[in-house]
């Protein structure tokens, strides 16, 4: 007992070191900080920090980073359930990135053209996008939920998922498919698995759980089962639904 009292006492006392304002905002910190996250970040974030596979950046509010002790523990720790990892860099770093991620906000991000109430209706209607994903309460859920989308990525990496969507599946994303021992197959995105058993839903929504020891033969590929726009919907269009997404900022 006083063991894991002292343990948590230590943690909490971890966590209490991190300074509540960031001590390292000289020019020279920011110029490092700039370095670092080109290494680093922009890779995800894009080099002016406009977003990408990652968040955008260049906004005057950051939404899981608005105390500074806050951003320092998104960079160190990362997102759970995200891509965006944790880091391997020191408090120093940590901090001078942190100070370079904070001028971002202060330049004007890439405006979003396009029509934002007509692209929810192509969302609804032309697009389809309904049948798979959910906007709040409303929606297929073969896909994932897009309610925080516009938060979580960039304009950029919005219309190229449209465009060209098997360019960018995240990782743990699989479709498998499978052959049972009594001859059925069933194809769909893999959920989980584990050492005796497979979960996953196929296209009808349906969920489906697989003892091992009942399938006959596996396939499985990071292959997504959402469909290219190129074509289907015209360029104003795609703007229109890009528009649509930027705005959707986990507030419906
Ligand atoms: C592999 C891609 C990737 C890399 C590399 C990456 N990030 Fe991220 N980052 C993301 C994603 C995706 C999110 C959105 C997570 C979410 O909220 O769903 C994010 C979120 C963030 C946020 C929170 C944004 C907000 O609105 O609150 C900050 C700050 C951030 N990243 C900073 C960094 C910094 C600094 C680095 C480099 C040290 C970095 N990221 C590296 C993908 C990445
Ligand atoms: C047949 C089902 C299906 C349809 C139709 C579909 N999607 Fe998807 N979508 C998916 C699946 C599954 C994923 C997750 C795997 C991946 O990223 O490719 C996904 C991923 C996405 C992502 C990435 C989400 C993220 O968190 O990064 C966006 C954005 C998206 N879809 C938008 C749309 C829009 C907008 C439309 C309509 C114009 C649409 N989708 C139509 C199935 C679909």
């Known amino acids: 007992m006083i063991w894991w009292a002292a343990i948590a006492l230590f943690q909490q006392t971890i966590a209490l070191d991190i300074p509540s304002k960031n001590p390292n905002t000289s020019e020279a910190d920011v110029a490092a900080g700039k370095k670092l996250f080109n290494g680093r970040c922009a890779g995800c974030h894009g080099p002016a920090g406009e977003g990408g596979k990652g968040a955008n950046l260049a906004v005057p509010r950051l939404t899981r980073a608005q105390e500074d002790r806050a951003l320092y523990r998104v960079i160190r720790y990362g997102v759970p359930d995200t891509e965006m990892p944790a880091s391997l860099m020191d408090a120093h770093e940590i901090w001078q ?3 370079f991620v904070r001028t971002l906000g202060r330049v004007q991000s890439v405006a979003v053209t396009g029509d ?3 692209g929810a209706s192509l969302f609804k209607g032309k697009g389809g996008c309904i049948g798979c994903h959910t906007v709040g309460l409303e929606g297929g859920r073969s896909g994932p939920a897009l309610s925080g989308v516009g938060a979580r990525r960039g304009a ?3 219309r190229a998922k449209l465009l060209d969507p098997s360019a960018s599946v995240p990782e743990n994303f699989r479709m498998v498919h499978i052959t049972t021992r009594d001859g059925k ?3 769909g995105q893999q959920l989980n698995e584990d050492t005796f058993s497979i979960q996953l839903r ?3 929504d349906r969920f489906h759980s697989l003892w091992r020891e009942d399938i006959a033969a596996i396939t499985s590929e990071r292959k997504t089962p959402m469909p290219s726009y190129k074509g289907r919907l015209s360029d104003s269009e795609i703007d229109d639904v890009v528009a649509y997404m930027a705005s959707l900022r986990g507030d419906q």
């Open 97 to 99: 990135v942190a100070a």
């Open 116 to 118: 934002a109430a007509n």
């Open 156 to 158: 950029q990496h919005l």
């Open 185 to 187: 197959t069933i194809r």
């Open 202 to 204: 196929d296209g009808a």
